[in-house]
């Protein structure tokens, strides 16, 4: 529904996880019964997450303790790990930053020019840990390092930007064809952001395995704040899962809709994939580990762009293991903790047995869906509070 804002322009009413609630349906299951897996390309992964290729969050170490978890860890293939024989020195150095130098003193340690040797290097660790190895290279970038990428044994590119489009144009005459590049590639291609129907749908159209949606979510980002750009992720997500309809439609070719930021706790993973996600990217909550190379901070992949920032490093609690997150057990009550577990729980209760079959749960508006009744959570700053 369009409301007017003014005589000359209308606008959508969009939603945000906050503003929606999944509503149980006539049966409920066993969790154990419930099936999280998912398929991208010819890969069957048993979690339906993904760690984001940031510095504070998936180092090669990270990377392969999820993938023996059964997630995947996107490493960023332009990041530190591939700027820097020794990452550590530099993480150590972000990490000691006060809140006024961390921009600009992030800035002067990502002016070093990625080593493509390091790309290479970083790519073998995963893969001789035996585990699926996934990088993240910017559209700017891909052309000149994917072969290197290639060579190691990389399983799944991700082509990852703030927001990347099927028909970038540009006056250098050097814009990428993401149709034509992904069609050379023998490895299945992630692409994204997106946050719209018409952006999703001709990702899709470019041969992608899946796209990335959301635009500017993340805890760190402030896409939305610098330029003014993005949309709420529930609206987004559906946005993109009516275009995923679409393209089924029109090439019988299913791509995969990942929930790219903004979640939190298990119940908004499991609002993601109840508005159509097949699977979730997440940052900040993974960042929380205690084996993440943040050292306590998160900081995303824009924060140090060396002309137009669009990012902060925000600081984080390491108060838990990796595994304690994704697959628990769970030692505290909000959400933060056993977030697969939280899933199937949550599919079990509505009494949905597979991602496919929770896409097609009902959800409801439900603006005070975590504010009812829970005046002395919110008090003592507890559970939901």
Known sequence: MEIEIGRGKKARQAYGFDDIAIVPSRRTRDPQDVDIG???????????????????????????????????????????????????????????????????????IYERPVEPKLIAKRIEEIKEAGVLA??????QKVREHYELALEAGIDVLVIQGTVVS?????????????KEFIASLPIPTIVGGCASYQTALHLMRTGAEGVLVGVGPGQACTTRGV????????????????????????????????????MRTGGDISKAIACGADAVMIGSPLAKAKEAPGRGFHWGMATFHPTLPRGARVAVDQNATLEEIVIGPARENDGTLNLMGALRTSMATCGYESIHDFQKAEVMLAPAIKTEGKSLQQAQRIGMG
């Open 38 to 108: 998912w398929k991208l390309g010819p890969h069957l992964l048993e979690l339906p997450l993904l760690a984001s290729a940031m510095d504070g969050v998936v180092s090669p170490q990270v990377a392969i303790e999820l993938g023996k978890l059964g997630g995947l860890g996107v490493l960023n293939l332009e990041g530190i790990f591939t700027r820097y024989e020794r990452p550590e020195r530099e993480l150590e150095k972000i990490s000691k930053l006060s809140k006024e130098q961390a921009t600009s003193g992030m800035q002067k």
């Open 134 to 139: 996934a990088g993240s290279l910017t559209p």
């Open 166 to 178: 099927a028909e970038h144009v540009s006056s250098n005459g050097h814009a990428l064809n993401l």
């Open 227 to 262: 330029l003014g750009v993005g949309v709420p992720q529930a609206t987004a997500i559906a946005d993109a899962a009516a275009a995923r309809v679409q393209h089924l439609l029109e090439t019988g070719k299913y791509v995969n809709v990942i929930a790219d930021g903004g």
